[in-house]
């Protein structure tokens, strides 16, 4: 796979690179489960034990990963939202799509979010001050996006001067 | 030793590539007619040998011969059979193998059936279908070896990715590989044309069947691997303007073009150099695709291999092919009139417009889908996905569906603006009775699903429109094909935008007897229990659904299965169809609580978006049989005029 960009994993939110390899395999949407020692399962339930004492909002966090929020508009605000923020550990799918633990962490941060007041354009923001660019399937118009987004406008213009001037032409 | 017998036939095909084309140039540039009579053989026996190595891998395969690298990386002798034999080509060397096959196939079926064309273009078609095979042929033997040896040989293979253990595997790929192909095959016939000068309707009626058969095989495969995407992934979802699906959608859409054009060309004799361009476009699209998928610079599924140096040894045939014809493009059009002129307000000039269209959607597709790998050649990282698509692709794709109404309503070469909006009647009474049915429903769902689904309803009225006041049983087959296709356009759109519009989705932790609504339908988990499979285990909850408090309860049991060899576990969404739309449940995580996670979703009409893509097929076989029969009708009438 090609390399994960270094601000990724500085994020945070990335696993480290053994784990990383047996998730990325999962790309569209398969779980691989590691076959690997264990002993670090471990290790990581009791940190994440001793987080949850630390800090309630955790353990209310991993359960938003699935769950909608009550406010349907508020739902169909982050479920949309979702569906254009980028799964940072697998290829090419949104986090409404994957079944990668970090996407549902993800998930549950713009529910979170969106539950708190926040409307969807700020956690994007939010996301995209975090993560790069790259996190966002709606690539922001700037520097370096705005041939893309002149793109479509190009295209049109030149197909219609294509097609006035062979009409011209013909008649 | 039959790995080696697939490699001999690999290589002796190869030789049969270059003898075709040096006996083709020969015939076509040195005029030495006599060289010519064995240009057809020789594409012949590419063809069979080719499909022999083929044959030979499969073999390997279904005998699970672990001493074959390929086998032992990529099979497990457990697999079920239907999976072996598909699994052949469920890998980057099998898969460009089976490519190749494909293209020997078709340059034979060139010079078996093609009786029609001119001998000399001919003859340069099957030269420059040579030189493509050779390109590929280098690139297996020297870079992708699918017959290599490993000493020593392990007990067992590695198996196949689960994702690709699924019947789609088996149909997927050749169907797509055949769309590819048969595009190269009409990029031949343009070849071919470009140097014998000899654009013209003869070309353009040799040259649409190809089309015709790549398009359909193409929007058959595009169909499938949606449907296969959305209930293997489970997540409801059936396009994700994924990269590698860019690459399948971007060859279509140039196809559609080149379809439309080439029919112009044929009946008309206009259009001609645009025609030879698109079919250029068209090639250069589908190697692009070719290129995207199997060189490994992007990961997924599709991506098998990860191995530089043949990215850049497929990236090297990329240039040379696209530059290649290019230039050939550049040298020679300047020779090719336009042809025939015709009115703005013409079924020509419609065509015109579609045509520009469909290329503005390419464009932005194919900008879309490269601009984040050129981004990260300047060191920038971003993503490119549905919100940047929908924005730009939705409003021209919508725009291009008026002109889908409009094109078939029209006469050719001139028409009156008067007598069009006189028969654009009932397509836009259909519109608009749509919009007051649908606004009280839609209206929270967005402008593009709503213009979305009453387009459609216009779209649906236009295109039977050309069969009112007609004979129907006298009315040709490539008419009724065109009526069929432009239908599954308006079909498959209304499923589209009514699944971004309506669905409705329950994500519930689920204890047993517990019960949670999804649109019209309750849902109660009754149990969870262990299933045993061919390869392996997996966990199933029986899901009790009714409509409503009192509809007849049924039983779906979606699965969370884990395989062994390779150690992977997929969710086996379960699904019940019904006449207006589908119930999707999927199985999550245990919660350690005795609850289980699982999300529903009630999509309303969803399965029309594959039942469209299905009518579209259908609409291109039904054009092809059209065809075909009156061009054997034709044959045998010069034969009759011969002989009298």
Same mark, same amino acid.
């Given at each position: ?20 390899? @047996?998730?990325? /395999? ?124 002149? !793109? ?10 294509? !097609? ?8 | ?58 073999? /390997? ?43 020997? %196939? ?34 297996? &033997? ?5 017959? @290599? ?115 112009? &060309? ?8 645009? #025609?030879?361009? %698109? ?46 014809? %290019? ?97 654009? #009647? ?113 966990? @199933? ?19 969370? =299965? ?15 169809? =019904? ?49 075909? =029969?009156?061009?054997? =009708? @034709? /044959? ?9």
């Amino acid at each position: 796979m090609r390399p994960l960009p270094r601000f990724l994993r500085h994020a945070g939110l990335v696993p480290a690179p053994n784990e990383r390899q @047996a998730s990325c /395999v999962e790309s569209k949407g398969i779980r691989l489960r590691r076959v690997g020692p264990r002993h670090k399962a471990g290790v990581t339930v009791v940190l994440g034990l001793i987080l949850a004492a630390i800090n309630p909002a955790l353990a209310e966090k991993a359960s938003l990963a699935d769950t909608q929020l009550s406010d349907p508009a508020k739902e169909a605000q982050a479920k949309a939202l979702m569906e254009t923020i980028r799964c940072v550990e697998c290829q090419g799918q949104a986090i409404s799509d994957s079944n990668a633990d970090i996407a549902g962490n993800m998930r549950s941060l713009i529910r979170e979010r969106i539950k708190a007041g926040e409307s969807p354009e700020q956690v994007r923001a939010w996301l995209i001050q975090r993560y790069g660019d790259y996190i966002s399937y709606d690539p922001p118009l700037g520097g370096a996006t705005w041939p893309l987004w002149a !793109a479509p406008f190009v295209l049109l213009t030149i197909g219609i001067v294509i !097609a006035r001037s062979s009409f011209r032409r013909k008649r | 030793m039959i790995a080696e017998g697939g490699l001999a036939a690999l290589w002796l095909a190869a030789v049969m590539a270059v003898l075709q084309l040096v006996l083709a140039s020969s015939a076509v540039i040195g005029g030495r007619a006599e060289m010519a009579r064995a240009v057809r053989p020789a594409a012949i026996a590419q063809g069979v040998l080719t499909a022999l190595a083929m044959l030979c891998l499969i073999l /390997v395969f279904v005998q699970s011969d672990m001493s074959v690298l390929l086998v032992a990386e990529n099979s497990h002798s457990l697999k079920p059979m239907i999976y072996k034999i598909a699994g052949a080509w469920g890998n980057h060397e099998g898969s460009m193998l089976l490519w190749v096959t494909i293209l020997g %196939l078709a340059g034979a079926a060139v010079a078996i059936f093609e009786r029609r064309l001119d001998q000399r273009t001919l003859n340069a078609t099957i030269g420059a279908q040579a030189l493509i095979a050779m390109g590929f042929y280098a690139f297996l &033997l020297f870079a992708s070896n699918p017959f @290599a040896r490993l000493f020593p040989s392990p007990p067992d293979g590695n198996g196949l990715n689960p994702l690709l253990q699924d019947p789609g595997l088996a149909f997927h790929p050749p169907t797509l590989y055949v769309g590819y192909v048969g595009i190269s095959v009409a990029f031949s016939f343009a070849v071919g044309a470009l140097v014998t000068r000899d654009v013209g309707p003869a070309f353009a009626r040799a040259m649409r069947p190809w089309v015709l058969g790549a398009w359909i095989f193409l929007t058959i495969g595009i169909t499938a691997g949606s449907y296969w995407a959305y209930y293997e992934l489970g997540w409801g979802g059936w396009w994700f303007w994924d990269p590698v699906e860019n690459a399948s959608l971007m060859p279509w859409l140039a196809a559609t073009a080149l379809l439309h054009s080439v029919s112009v &060309l044929a009946t008309r004799d206009g259009l001609r150099a645009w #025609t030879i361009m %698109l079919a250029v476009v068209a090639f250069s699209m589908s190697m692009i695709g070719t290129f995207l998928v199997r060189s490994g610079i992007l990961t997924s599924v599709h991506a098998f291999a990860v191995d530089p140096k043949r990215g850049a040894f497929l990236l090297a045939l990329l240039a040379i092919y696209i530059g290649g014809a %290019l230039a050939l493009f550049a040298a020679r059009i300047g020779t090719v009139r336009q042809g025939n002129t015709f009115a703005p307000v013409s079924r020509e000039g419609a065509l015109v417009v579609n045509n520009l269209l469909l290329s503005v959607v390419l464009g932005i597709v194919l900008i879309g889908t490269l601009y984040p790998l050129a981004a990260a050649g300047w060191g920038v990282q971003l993503s490119v996905g549905k919100p940047f698509f929908d924005k730009t692709v939705g409003p021209v794709a919508l725009a291009l569906v008026v002109f889908m109404a409009i094109g078939p309503l029209l006469r050719w070469r001139r028409d009156e603006t008067q007598a069009l909006l006189k028969r654009m #009647t009932w397509p836009v009474a259909a519109s608009c009775a749509a919009l007051i049915v649908l606004v009280p429903f839609a209206w929270g769902a967005g402008v593009l699903p709503l213009a979305a689904l009453v387009l459609a309803a216009g779209l649906a009225v236009a295109s039977v429109a050309p069969l009112w006041g007609r004979n129907l049983r006298r009315t040709p087959l490539f008419t009724w094909g065109m009526v069929v296709a432009h239908l599954g356009v308006a079909v498959s759109l209304a499923g589209m935008a009514s699944d971004s519009a309506f669905t409705k989705e329950t994500l519930a932790v689920l204890r047993q007897g517990e019960t949670r609504a999804v649109g019209p339908y309750l849902v109660t988990m009754t149990g969870i229990r262990p299933v045993v499979g061919p390869n392996w285990s997996a966990i @199933a909850a029986d899901l009790s659904i009714r409509r409503g408090e009192n509809g007849k309860p049924f039983i779906l049991s979606p699965q969370s =299965r884990f395989f062994a060899s390779p150690p992977t576990t997929t969710s086996e969404s379960a699904i019940a169809t =019904r006449l207006d739309g589908q119930l999707y449940t999927v199985l999550g995580q245990a919660d350690g609580k005795g609850g289980w996670q699982v999300r529903l979703w009630w999509k309303p009409f969803v399965t029309l978006i594959w039942l469209g893509g299905a009518l579209i097929g259908l609409g291109g076989a039904l054009s092809f049989l059209g065809r075909i =029969r009156r061009r054997n =009708r @034709a /044959v045998y009438e010069e034969h009759e005029e011969a002989v009298a």
